[in-house]
T-cell receptor, first 113, second 109 residues
Framework: SQQGEEDPQALSIQEGENATMNCSYKTSINNLQWYRQNSGRGLVHLILIRSNEREKHSGRLRVTLDTSKKSSSLLITASRAADTASYFCATDLLKAAGNKLTFGGGTRVLVKP | SQTIHQWPATLVQPVGSPLSLECTVEGTSNPNLYWYRQAAGRGLQLLFYSVGIGQISSEVPQNLSASRPQDRQFILSSKKLLLSDSGFYLC????????FGPGTRLLVL
């Protein structure tokens, strides 16, 4: 199975609600990154959290990392219709050449107005 | 500031025809470069990456090849396209985080 796997695969919420998605991985990492992809577009980097960090914030985004459980979560607070997108976690593995990232399958988020 | 360009945006090609997708980066030097393929509704599969001119690493055996003739140019090619080559192709550059181009949607008929 993939290094990074997101859960749930799809999420539907009302505008104003919070959205939480999780990512699990299998091997040791340098860092874990979250990206957003609007339909048919390229990916946009959201947050990078390093292996020695436990929590990071950026605007309405909050990311946690638990290296003992090899898992991360992305929380979007007070969601907006514009947050509708697919969200991917990606891991930068220890000893991986070229800063390669391994992407999960993504969580599709639908925010209903 | 850095920008990344990919073209074409959309391409429809017959089976057996050649392919050349181009990616260029501006505003940075000696970036790592990547080619990904994304099937509909799925995650990204890394196809190739490059840490320098002429240095290409292939991640999966396939019908495609990549070249990096200049520091900020990355080309994805095929001599004969297969139906299974259809997908959304993304180029990215990085120093640490990755920055993606707008993608090329390829349909092989």
């Amino acid at each position: 199975s993939q290094q990074g796997e997101e859960d749930p695969q799809a999420l539907s919420i009302q505008e104003g609600e919070n959205a939480t998605m999780n990512c699990s991985y299998k091997t040791s990492i340098n860092n874990l990154q979250w990206y957003r992809q609007n339909s048919g577009r390229g990916l946009v980097h959201l947050i990078l959290i390093r292996s020695n960090e436990r929590e990071k914030h950026s605007g309405r985004l909050r990311v946690t990392l638990d290296t003992s459980k090899k898992s991360s979560s992305l929380l979007i607070t007070a969601s907006r219709a514009a947050d509708t997108a697919s969200y991917f976690c990606a891991t930068d593995l220890l000893k991986a050449a070229g800063n390669k990232l391994t992407f999960g399958g993504g969580t599709r988020v639908l925010v209903k107005p | 500031s850095q920008t990344i360009h990919q073209w074409p945006a959309t391409l429809v090609q017959p089976v057996g025809s050649p392919l050349s997708l181009e990616c260029t980066v501006e505003g940075t030097s000696n970036p790592n470069l990547y080619w990904y393929r994304q099937a509909a509704g799925r995650g990204l599969q890394l196809l190739f990456y490059s840490v320098g001119i002429g240095q290409i690493s292939s991640e999966v055996p396939q019908n495609l090849s990549a070249s990096r003739p200049q520091d900020r140019q990355f080309i994805l090619s095929s001599k004969k396209l297969l139906l299974s080559d259809s997908g959304f192709y993304l180029c990215a550059w990085s120093l640490e985080t990755q920055y993606f181009g707008p993608g090329t949607r390829l349909l092989v008929l």
